[in-house]
């Protein structure tokens, strides 16, 4: 654990760097929680996985949220409103009218603390951060927790959290994957979405409720292949996000959420998780950051807009029981 420097208002942030030089390393930050590195030796040489920023005042100015893990409910909430038990909740309103990441500071702008962290079998580290009632709009005090471990070749992560009334609850990790090295272009890495079926969007993003056949569309990704989007004139949807950035519904049998491999094929990510899987190819992120490199997003999850889909799998945690959801990310070199 080392000093990551100084909030603005002069609170102060730590880096917890996690793995053994031979295998992954992970670095985590108590700003956000947020996954800042990860790495693993590739021929020889340790390469960086991830985008990342090298100073704090990048992560507090930092709109992508860039390796962040997003919260209280990651992904899009349609008009920031939703109804529960016959009551109307307004959460914080940060993209147009739509509610996106848990707001406008979301998970990904807290301090969370260090419960534990512990090298018994595997480094492990456990950071806690305590929502209060009516932040960003959300009913109840929840408390949420992350555990990542790290083991030689797999870094697992378990989100978990409790509260005490009902709210709306969809965790996970923000990070912008390039595995060529962050100098690469990261729609020359290959993907596979062992995954039948999509939910179409409409405009700001917000699903339309149905489920769409990924068959002889540009959502085909059950055989692994370049990621890059076709022409956007290609497919409505395409045109809508400005290339993929929708959330695939994994097949029930699927041993992964995805397959992502370098442009070489040097080195290979396998994720576990779900039900959900959103993937945006990140065609929008030199916009905010055009030094930072390029990177796409994978985020095992929940359905978007879910609190508001009666026929997506419910998002609704209730006092006495545990939100729990676990995912992995494996790297295997060729």
């Known amino acids: 654990m080392r000093s990551f420097g100084l909030l603005e208002d002069g609170r102060s942030i730590e880096a917890i760097v996690l793995g053994e030089p031979s295998g992954l390393q992970v670095e985590v930050l108590t700003y956000g929680a947020i996954l800042r590195r990860l790495t693993f030796p590739v021929r020889g040489v340790r390469r960086d996985l991830i985008l990342s920023f090298d100073r704090l005042e990048h992560y507090e100015r930092d709109r992508a949220y860039v390796g962040s893990l997003v919260g209280r409910f990651g992904n899009r909430i349609a008009s920031s409103r939703f109804e529960l038990d016959g009551h109307t909740h307004q959460v914080t309103a940060n993209e147009g009218v739509n509610h996106l990441h848990g707001g406008t500071l979301g998970f990904g702008k807290?301090?969370?603390?260090?419960?534990?962290?512990?090298?018994?079998?595997?480094?492990?580290?456990?950071?806690?951060?305590?929502?209060?009632?009516?932040?960003?709009?959300?009913?109840?005090?929840?408390?949420?927790?992350?555990?990542?471990?790290?083991?030689?070749?797999?870094?697992?992560?378990?989100?978990?959290?409790?509260?005490?009334?009902?709210?709306?609850?969809?965790?996970?990790?923000?990070?912008?994957?390039?595995?060529?090295?962050?100098?690469?272009?990261?729609?020359?890495?290959?993907?596979?979405?062992?995954?039948?079926?999509?939910?179409?969007?409409?405009?700001?993003?917000?699903?339309t409720g149905d489920i769409a056949s990924v068959e002889s569309s540009a959502f085909e990704f059950r055989d692994s292949r370049r990621l890059r989007p076709p022409m956007l004139s290609a497919d409505p949807q395409l045109?809508?996000?400005?290339?993929?950035?929708?959330?695939?519904?994994?097949?029930?049998?699927?041993?992964?959420?995805?397959?992502?491999?370098?442009?070489?094929?040097?080195?290979?990510?396998?994720?576990?998780?779900?039900?959900?899987?959103?993937?945006?190819?990140?065609?929008f992120l030199a916009r905010t950051h055009p030094t930072l490199g390029s990177g796409?997003?994978?985020?095992?999850?929940?359905?978007?807009?879910?609190?508001?889909?009666?026929?997506?799998?419910?998002?609704?945690?209730?006092?006495?029981?545990t939100y729990r959801a676990v995912f992995e990310y494996r790297l295997d070199v060729a």
Not at 141 to 161: G, H, M, W, Y
Not at 305 to 321: C, Y
Request: aromatic fraction near 10%; charge should be negative.
């Open 110 to 207: 807290r301090v969370w603390r260090v419960l534990d962290v512990s090298e018994k079998e595997f480094p492990r580290v456990v950071l806690g951060y305590r929502s209060p009632d009516r932040e960003e709009g959300y009913p109840g005090n929840l408390d949420a927790e992350v555990e990542l471990t790290v083991k030689p070749q797999v870094l697992s992560i378990a989100l978990s959290a409790r509260t005490d009334a009902p709210t709306p609850v969809n965790l996970t990790y923000h990070p912008y994957f390039n595995l060529g090295g962050v100098n690469q272009d990261a729609t020359d890495q290959w993907l596979r979405i062992p995954a039948a079926r999509y939910l179409p969007v409409v405009q700001g993003l917000i699903p």
């Open 296 to 321: 796409v997003i994978l985020e095992p999850q929940g359905f978007p807009n879910a609190p508001n889909e009666p026929k997506f799998p419910s998002a609704i945690l209730r006092p006495g029981k």
């Open 239 to 283: 045109e809508l996000a400005g290339g993929y950035d929708h959330c695939w519904v994994l097949d029930a049998d699927a041993y992964c959420a995805c397959e992502l491999a370098s442009p070489n094929r040097d080195v290979t990510l396998t994720m576990t998780g779900g039900p959900g899987l959103q993937f945006y190819n990140g065609q």
